[in-house]
Structures are given as C-alpha cells and as structure tokens.
C-alpha cells in the first residue's frame, strides 16, 4: 500500500487559512488522495478527494502538485468546529465490487485558536 | 437519514466473554466495513463486505467473525475477547460508484478486562 506522511501536529488561528501538508511521493498512477477528517470523539467525516487537478467543495480546496507526489488540504477560513485529526489517504489496491479499503496513518492534529 | 448507526455505544467485557457489535446503515450503500482505533492511532480495517452475501479480511481480522446479515446490517462479533481488543470500533459504509466516501459511524468504545 502506498504510504502517505504528514506533520504530526498543526496549529492555525480562527478565521486563518490552513494550509494541511501530505507527502506521498510512492504513489502510483490510478491512486486517488482522499483527505478524511475526525472531530473529538467521533467517527471520520469525508472532506474531499482528487485525481490529478485541483479541487473545491464546500468545505476544504485540494491542491495536488504537478508530479502528484505530494498534496495539501487548505482550509481557507478556519473555525473552532475545525480543530480535528486530518488523515491523507491514498485509495489502498484494487477495488472489490466497488469496496475501498482505506489505510489509515496517524495524520495531523490541527488545534485552532481563538 | 440516520446514516450509519452503532449498537452499543459503550461496553465493558471480561476476558473470554463474546459479544456482538451491531452496525446499521440506511444509506442502500452496498459496501461496508469494520474499523478498530487505538489510543493516538490512526484507524485499521478489521473486515469488510463489498456487497451483500460476500466478506473478506481486512488489516487486523484474528479475533474476529462477521456476518452481513443483510444489505443494511452488518455485525462484528468477539468469540473470546482478550484485553487486546480494548479499542473503539467505527463501522462504515460507501457506494458502489461515485465518490465512494466512506461514511462513518458514532463508534463503539469496548474494553476488556
């Protein structure tokens, strides 16, 4: 399974913009980043995934470097419902009937300040 | 929608004790999973079904049994629970096509004494 490295802990300001670095210079071709996030005490939540090209949604941008070894998740205005755990994640082999099985490392811990 | 739901949300066991953890999901997402976290881990996949009447191992499966009992359910059963498997087990599902987000549910925290 391609490995993914992230910063152990981040800290931003409210209302800042958050700039989440992942490292995955392994990556194979057909492999999609995915950024899942997970709030105290709750399960993970989908933030968004991308191929080659930037991409938006309503809550995060991904910005995918030109040779897709490397990515970064911007928040673009943090609040405090933000502060969680960011995990990076590379879509794990081929999929069974359309099961992803999703690899998991320790992500980053963004705390947000007042 | 409820989503993704997890019976129970807490419980203790002995050593050697069984128990099932319920999930269900009313999202008609064919593909579900079983996750275990660990204090300061990352989560790791315990088993998983891409779709009804099929299940295949995950990451970390000794210890554990499942059954699909149907599209919407899906269990995790302990057999002889060991203090090992003190953990917090999220189960989740996804679609077949698309973005096949995993959505994910509350989480059960078990511990084994």
């Known amino acids: 399974d391609a490995k993914t490295t992230q910063p152990n802990s981040m800290e931003s300001n409210e209302e800042e913009p958050v700039h989440l670095p992942c490292n995955h210079s392994?990556?194979?071709?057909?492999?999609?980043i995915h950024w899942y996030r997970q709030l105290p005490s709750q399960g993970p939540e989908y933030v968004i995934h991308g191929l080659t090209s930037n991409v938006n949604n309503r809550m995060a941008s991904l910005a995918i470097a030109e040779d897709r070894k490397s990515s970064t998740l911007i928040l673009h205005r943090a609040t405090l419902r933000d502060a969680a755990v960011y995990y990076c994640?590379?879509?794990?082999?081929?999929?069974?009937?359309?099961?992803?099985?999703?690899?998991f490392g320790q992500g980053t811990r963004l705390t947000i300040n007042p | 929608n409820a989503g993704v739901t997890q019976t129970p949300k807490f419980q203790v066991l002995k050593t050697g004790q069984s128990m099932t953890l319920q999930c269900a999901q009313d999202?008609?997402?064919?593909?579900m999973y079983w996750y275990r976290q660990d204090p300061g881990m990352g989560l790791r996949l315990i088993y998983y079904?891409?779709?009804?009447?099929?299940?295949d191992k995950g990451e970390v499966p000794n210890g554990y049994n499942v059954s699909r009992l149907n599209k919407r359910e899906f269990s995790l059963r302990l057999e002889s629970a060991a203090p090992s498997q003190t953990s917090v087990y999220f189960c989740?599902?996804?679609?077949?096509?698309?973005?096949?987000?995993?959505?994910f549910g509350p989480g059960t925290r078990l511990t084994v004494l």
């Open positions: 989740a599902s996804s679609e077949v096509r698309g973005n096949r987000e995993q959505f």
């Open positions: 392994t990556i194979s071709g057909t492999d999609y």
């Open positions: 079904s891409a779709s009804e009447g099929t299940t």
């Open positions: 999202m008609n997402h064919n593909s």
């Open positions: 994640i590379l879509r794990a082999g081929v999929l069974i009937q359309g099961a992803q099985k999703l690899v």
